[in-house]
């Protein structure tokens, strides 16, 4: 048996509770929230001009719609593989939905089978293969191929030829990063198609290589100097990886959480005293991403842990405009005061949990610290489904909903979870908007 063929069973055999369609209605409600607030954006507006000369191409319609998902870098996590699973699981699920007319249970089971595969492979693939592929891009394809393939209902061996020409198209570098391009979207986005596409052709019977992960010229083998394959199918009895998965309180890296985190809790104690230097521990994968003391555009901000850690702070939150050129050019002076260093345990925790501390010394010699083994919003420290609501309402008020209007996408997406008879109504809904 492949190691493909056995992540298949696995998933297939898993047996799923109320609470995990319960809590799966609401990370897609996350994604949702997420992909029809990048509408409202530069790289949204492009993506959506792109998309009218495409048709109705259920794999086109991933692209564009999971590159709206991952936009506003408010979209979900999942620490162990480092990937963002619902900007490239939901839109795929979604696109095919509208395409098959599915219904609330075949979606959630598809969303919940998705995020499992992506998140088991993206935990296999060892922490060297982050520091050049961009995760969610590279593993992205095996999360989308084996949610359509649950959508479509593909036998085994039909599932396998998904995931192996899925995996074949995997790709995504962080070269993007160096001038802030908008590649990270496109990323998503054709991890969402290339499940699809992969599935589609799978449904006719058009093969694809059974031993896509571990073979000699395999995924593993060509982009993981450690890989370690065995995390694809360990702890069988672990929960649904979707429950495991985190989901952001700030627009921004998920890097740089755990320090933002720790920052606001000492916003609360500096009291208006001065700051005379910041020093933030971190773990490496975070330096590696986000060490950027000084930057130039509100996306590079974005991935910049002493703007953050500033913007915290100073403001007491962080919010859209946290990273705007008038936000930049304000903060300067406390970044320039703000250090970065790798430090444990939050080195050796990573990836498991991530971590943070910042200390705050001020001009009249107090030493404040605070530190965060995790960052709300992590499993640990879950967001209520109160508190994802209003995230919700933030994002499509952002998209340019009336609140009556966002209700019902609300409504419609967690009532997914009790067979809700609409499905179809709210896939349609999503999809008026993308137009």
């Known amino acids: 048996m492949t190691l493909t063929q056995q992540l298949i069973s696995y998933i297939r055999n898993k047996p799923v509770s109320q609470n995990d369609l319960d809590r799966a209605a609401v990370l897609t409600l996350d994604a949702i929230a997420n992909m029809l607030g990048g509408c409202n954006s530069k790289p949204g507006r492009k993506l959506l001009q792109w998309g009218e000369g495409q048709g109705q191409d259920a794999g086109r319609k991933a692209l564009i719609a999971g590159g709206l998902t991952h936009i506003l870098e408010t979209d979900d996590l999942h620490r162990a593989s480092v990937t963002h699973p619902g900007c490239v699981v939901v839109p795929a699920v979604f696109a095919l939905a509208e395409r098959e007319g599915s219904n609330a249970h075949q979606m959630l089971m598809a969303i919940l089978h998705g995020f499992e595969s992506m998140c088991r492979v ?4 060892g922490p060297s293969h982050y520091r050049v592929w961009h995760n969610t891009a590279t593993c992205g394809p095996f999360g989308s191929a ?11 061996d039909q599932t396998m030829h998904a995931l192996g020409n899925a995996g074949t198209q995997s790709s995504g570098l962080w070269e993007f990063m160096e001038t802030g391009a908008m590649s990270k979207h496109l990323h998503a986005g054709r991890a969402a198609e290339a ?7 799978a449904k006719l019977d058009f093969t694809g290589p059974p031993k896509i992960l571990e073979g000699e010229k395999g995924f593993f083998e060509a982009t993981c100097l450690d890989a370690e394959p065995e995390k694809v199918t360990e702890n069988p009895d672990a929960p649904w990886q979707l429950t495991q998965t ?9 890097h740089t959480h755990p320090a933002i985190d720790a920052a606001l809790e000492l916003h609360e104690t500096l009291a208006g005293r ?10 490496q994968a975070a330096m590696d991403v986000c060490d950027r003391p000084q ?3 509100e996306y590079a901000a974005k991935f910049s842990i002493y703007h953050c850690v500033a913007a915290a702070l100073d403001g007491g939150e962080v919010v859209f405009d946290s990273f705007t050129g008038a936000s930049r050019d304000r903060l300067s002076g406390l970044r320039e005061k703000t250090t970065a260093v790798v430090a444990e345990p939050y080195a050796s925790n990573y990836p498991v ?13 107090d030493r404040l610290n605070a530190k965060r083994t995790s960052a709300k919003g992590d499993p640990e420290f879950a967001l209520s489904n109160e508190e994802m609501i209003v995230k919700a309402n933030m994002l499509l ?3 340019g909903f009336n609140q009556a209007d966002a209700q019902r996408v609300i409504d419609g997406v967690l009532g997914l979870a009790n067979g809700g008879s609409g499905s179809p109504n709210i896939v349609k809904l999503v999809f008026q908007h993308l137009k």
């Open 397 to 399: 008020a952002h998209a």
């Open 246 to 254: 985190s989901i952001k309180p700030w627009p921004c890296c998920r």
């Open 274 to 283: 001065d700051v005379d230097s910041v020093q933030v521990e971190t773990y």
């Open 295 to 297: 930057p130039d555009s």
């Open 146 to 156: 084996m949610a359509a393939a649950t959508l479509l209902d593909l036998n085994v």
């Open 353 to 365: 949990y991530w971590g943070s501390a910042v200390t705050v010394l001020t001009t009249q010699g």
């Open 122 to 125: 993206g935990a296999g693939v």
């Open 195 to 201: 499940g699809v596409v992969a599935a589609d052709l």
